[in-house]
Structure formats: structure tokens, C-alpha cells
């Protein structure tokens, strides 16, 4: 059974969203941002991604995109936990 970009990236988010829970509670000891902007941010990417993915023609839409979303939920996700652990 494989897998579509679809459901990767949907747990590429879930992971993301549970790994910056557990770092900011046991790791930094701080609560989680209070904005639901920062704190869902990665599960804000995939909800874009989504409707671009479904909104755009299948014959336009190119498997690099959705490598870019994975990477843009990492990033995000590590960004945030950078700046809150240090500002």
C-alpha cells in the first residue's frame, strides 16, 4: 500500500504539531504560543496546500510542490520553536 502526497504531508503536519507541543512542555518548560497563527502554523500550510492542490489543474500541479510544502511545515515549525526558546 502506498501512500499519496496527500497523506504524507498529513502526517508531516501531525508530526510537526506534536513535536512542538512535546518540545515547548518538557523541553523549554514554557506553554505553548498563545496565537493560534504561530501554534498551528504548520496545519495552516497543509490547509493551503490543499486547496492550491485541488484549485489548480491536475496537468499544472508538479510533484516539486508538494516537497516544498513538507519542507515549508518543517521550517516553520522549527522556526517557531527557535524564536520562542530564545525571545
Known sequence: MKLSADAKLGILTVICLLGSA????NILHIPPPPS????????EIFLVYLFLKYSIKESDWKPLYD????????????A???LYAFF
Do not use: E, R
Not at 512535546?22 to 512542555?25: N, T
Not at 493560534?36 to 496545519?43: D, E, I, N, R
Not at 516537497?67 to 518543517?74: A, E, R
Open 22 to 25: 512535546i518540545v515547548f512542555k
Open 67 to 78: 516537497v516544498g510544502c513538507g519542507m515549508t511545515i518543517i521550517f516553520v515549525t522549527l
Open 80 to 82: 517557531t520553536i527557535i
Open 36 to 43: 493560534l497563527l504561530v501554534s498551528y502554523g504548520p496545519a
